[in-house]
């Protein structure tokens, strides 16, 4: 394997295993520089990885970003996304509180649920496509229970919930997109 697989095989793992873009990159650069100096060396690539590229990448991103943190992450997240949509809810009918209907409710937690499963399996953050999948999967279900539960509210939220939604979230949003915006300059580059 040339230096180049290597890393792109170790880059498709890190993705698939949800590691930040910001640590993702870091990863990248450090394993290129120890594929350079193997090179100069003149050992090869596989020197360094073993002979096992999937094996080595899943063992770095275990030790880069443990299960339990990027559950927090993933939770704190899913919090964030809910409060958008509560505020969006809200701002839209000019409200302070949004009613929640089964309908709702299902639609919501069937589009999160095929999203978050259809970027796993894809193994990166393309959001159009799974987002697209997740509502050709949630306008069915939302349609069903809405027909089979009625359209009662099961409750309301009131718009102070959706700030409360949206704290925990927050630091990884403000993470990732200045990940982005540095990531951005060292591509053109």
């Known amino acids: 394997m040339t230096n180049a697989q290597i890393l792109a095989a170790c880059r498709s793992n890190w993705e698939y295993r949800g590691i930040d873009d910001a640590s993702m990159r870091e990863m990248l650069d450090e394993l290129s520089a120890h594929l ?52 969006l809810a809200c701002l839209s009918r000019w409200t302070t509180e949004t009613a929640l209907t089964p309908g709702k409710i299902a639609f919501w937690v069937v589009l999160g649920v095929a999203t978050v499963v259809w970027e796993l399996r894809r193994g990166s953050l393309g959001m159009l496509r799974s987002w697209a999948i997740g509502l050709c999967a949630a306008l069915p279900v939302a349609l069903l229970t809405g027909r089979l539960a009625g359209e009662a509210p099961v409750f309301t939220a009131p718009l102070w919930v959706a700030p409360l939604l949206l704290l925990p979230g927050l630091p990884y949003a403000f993470a990732d997109v200045r990940a982005r915006r540095n990531a951005a300059p060292a591509v053109q580059a």
Request: contains cysteine.
């Open 36 to 87: 350079e100096d193997a090179e100069a060396a003149g050992r090869t690539g596989q020197d360094v990885v073993g002979h096992d590229v999937r094996t080595f990448a899943a063992a770095w991103a275990r030790a880069r970003a443990p299960l339990p943190r990027r559950l927090l992450r993933m939770a704190c997240l899913g919090s964030f996304v809910l409060g958008c949509l509560l505020l």
